[in-house]
């Protein structure tokens, strides 16, 4: 079953909208930059009947309203343990992020170890921006900020997915332009600044001691694949499924290989 719901006031007084599909092992699903928790439908579908998936909104994105620019990972990190609490899950939780929620994912570990059971880290990278990248960063946000999203997302767009998927799913090319557009100008600006200034995470990948399962699509044209193969010879005993066909949105485009790898990761929960 899953409901779409607009959450109460948490301790931060953020208004937060998720879904949470109420079945089995909690896990926690954080989307990328800049899209919202439709993202993560085909995983809702295939996965219910082995785990319960929770899929906020981050700030500003989707139906979860703004704050005021800058954002952080680790305030997104923190409205997420807020939303698991207001839920009344004590449990650790698997949490899994892709791209920029990989970097929440991470920030969360960071921040709340005790309350993760397991790690999915799909289309991410464990380094902080670049001088460069950070310049970009703010140039993005002073075009948004002076002309809104639409830009943004139309140069993001093309780079999103494998170049065959765009002519083989033309309707995922939609869904994921109306998805995008979905984000406040604020939501994309804070966000941006959340990525400029987030930390290094190379420093403690060794220092996680929970199952980890690094996805990538083998076609990424934002995130290289030798980042997912860092992460997963860091991390120990992680493990690296890489998805053929698919690029930086491997769970929408390759949505079967994508959650058959997580299902066969996630029985080791259940033994
Ligand atoms: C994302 O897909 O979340 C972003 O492209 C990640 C980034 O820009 O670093």
Redesign the pocket.
């Known amino acids: 079953m899953v409901e779409r719901k607009k959450d109460a006031e948490g301790q931060t007084g953020l208004v937060m909208s998720y879904e949470d599909s109420c079945n089995r092992i909690p896990t926690l699903w954080i989307h990328?930059?800049?899209?919202n928790n439709l993202l993560w439908d085909l995983q809702v579908d295939g996965l219910a009947h082995m785990a319960r998936l929770i899929t906020p909104d981050l700030r500003g994105h989707g139906l979860t309203e703004p704050s005021e620019p800058p954002c952080s990972m680790k305030g997104f990190a923190d409205d997420c343990a807020q939303l698991l609490d207001h839920l009344g899950i004590e449990g650790p939780v698997v949490v899994a992020g892709?791209?920029?929620?990989g970097?929440v994912a991470l920030e969360f570990y960071r921040r709340y170890p005790e309350s993760v059971a397991g790690l999915i880290l799909a289309?991410?990278?464990a380094g902080a921006?670049s001088e460069e990248?950070r310049l970009a960063r703010d140039a993005a946000a002073a075009t948004a900020t002076a002309e809104g999203i639409a830009p943004i997302v139309e140069g993001?767009l093309p780079k999103?997915m494998a170049p065959n998927t765009y002519g083989e799913q033309p309707d995922l090319g939609e869904f994921v332009e109306e998805m995008m557009m979905q984000t406040s100008t604020e939501g994309m600006v804070g966000a941006l600044a959340a990525?400029r200034d987030r930390a290094d995470s190379t420093p403690h990948l060794d220092k996680i001691k929970v199952p980890c399962l690094v996805l990538h699509g083998e076609e990424d044209q934002?995130?290289p694949l030798s980042e997912a193969r860092l992460m997963q010879e860091s991390i120990e005993g992680a493990e690296l499924v890489v998805v053929p066909g698919a690029g930086?949105l491997p769970n929408l485009e390759q949505p079967e290989l994508f959650n058959e790898a997580v299902l066969v990761w996630l029985e080791q929960f259940y033994e």
């Open positions: 990328g930059f800049p899209l892709l791209s920029m929620g970097y289309a991410t990278r921006d990248a993001m999103l990525m934002l995130i930086h």
